[in-house]
């Protein structure tokens, strides 16, 4: 077995632990701009149902992986670490391992695919079954259990929409990062918010209750210091995590701030329609059902303002046919899952389903 090292300390603990038995796993990786999540999870027989709840024998949590973000070192770093802290914790080494899916933010292309096959090639022993997605990808199938067809929207600190049909072909909008547009995600959100303030405090722009609520936040006594504050550390989760402040804002009566909001409901709800139009997932009449997984804490729902309830309305006035999931297990296990689907199709069988299908995982808004 070839052996990376990170410090010469990230795979040491196999000298030291024994499998158990002849248990096989898979490892499941969800990696993005804020965190990077690794489950893992035992191999099942194919012939059975999914198991409720699914056995997840391992969870580990790290940082951005996102090479656009950190760049490749360090997100590689990430990733290795991350998946020697899950099979240490599950008890199990590489040699268990039968398949590890990664799907991780920044894959945009087949080349970025490609570069990160041949890193983990280098890891994992020969047996194991290698597969790269986006993010997207896992965040979908999290909401359809492992199956790769219909659409998945992730608002969080970054945004994408992602599709794909039953006879493989897929799509996208947006996800493309703040420098290329990026209006709906959470950085968008609070990189507007922050415009805002600076708009209203030189008189470009209305007053606004966001100047003093993000002030006070940040520990500020003048929008004057936002400008160092900003450049100081312009990460994108940073940005991020100003969300709720907004939010906030637009619940206490702020115009501005609910038009930042409106204005990231429609670049979200557009994201999605592109993707659906691409794919014909409505199908011919436009009418037809499709499943549309929603991920993020912009999505999720608040006291009064709930961007998740209001993208949906938004796409169900040209789509009636969409059908809202908020997934019950995390992206990483869809990570599993689709690993396992993957499997599934090399050995020619179907998928494995549950008497409801993917609709189990549904929890609708």
């Known amino acids: 077995m070839k052996k990376r090292c990170r410090n010469g300390e990230t795979w040491d603990f196999e000298h030291e632990i024994g499998v158990l038995g002849d248990r096989e796993v898979i490892l499941g990786l969800d990696g993005g701009t804020t965190s990077t999540i690794c489950i893992c999870m035992p191999i099942f027989p194919f012939s059975d149902p999914f198991p409720d709840p699914l056995p997840v024998l391992s969870r580990a949590v790290a940082g951005c992986s996102n090479h656009n973000s950190v760049g490749e070192t360090a997100a590689r770093e990430t990733l290795e670490q991350v998946m020697a802290d899950a099979l240490l914790k599950s008890g199990s080494n590489r040699s268990a391992v039968r ?37 997207a990808v896992a965040a979908l199938a999290s909401g359809t259990m492992g199956k790769l067809h219909g659409c998945v929207l992730i608002a969080g600190t970054g945004s994408i929409a992602f599709g794909f049909t039953e006879d493989g072909r897929q799509a996208r909008a947006a996800g493309a990062g703040p420098v290329l547009g990026d209006r709906g995600s959470g950085y968008g959100i609070a ?4 415009t805002a303030i600076i708009r209203a405090y030189d008189g470009r722009g209305p007053v606004t209750i966001l100047s003093s609520n993000i002030l006070q936040i940040l520990g500020l006594s003048s929008p004057d210091e936002l400008i160092g504050w900003t450049y100081a550390d312009p990460s994108w989760a940073r940005i991020a ?13 702020d115009r501005v701030a609910h038009e930042i909001l409106q204005d990231s409901v429609e670049e979200l709800a557009l994201s999605v329609k592109a993707v659906v139009q691409r794919l014909g997932l409505c199908g011919e009449d436009g009418k037809g059902s499709f499943p549309l997984v929603m991920v993020g804490g912009v999505l999720e729902a608040n006291n009064k303002w709930d961007i998740g309830k209001e993208v949906v309305n938004h796409i169900s006035k040209s789509y009636p046919g969409v059908l809202p999931i908020r997934p019950k297990v995390e992206p990483a296990v869809g990570a599993a899952l689709l690993g396992w689907n993957f499997l599934l199709k090399e050995s020619h069988m179907e998928p494995c389903k549950t008497s409801e299908e993917w609709n189990c995982a549904v929890a609708r808004p």
């Open 241 to 253: 995590a100003l969300v709720p402040v907004v939010v906030a804002c637009a619940e206490a009566g």
């Open 99 to 135: 398949a590890v899916c990664l799907s991780v933010s920044g894959v945009n292309h087949s080349t970025d695919e490609l570069g990160i096959l041949n890193w983990l090639r280098e890891i994992f022993p020969t047996h194991v079954k290698l597969y790269v997605q986006n993010d």
């Open 191 to 194: 990189a507007q918010a922050l």
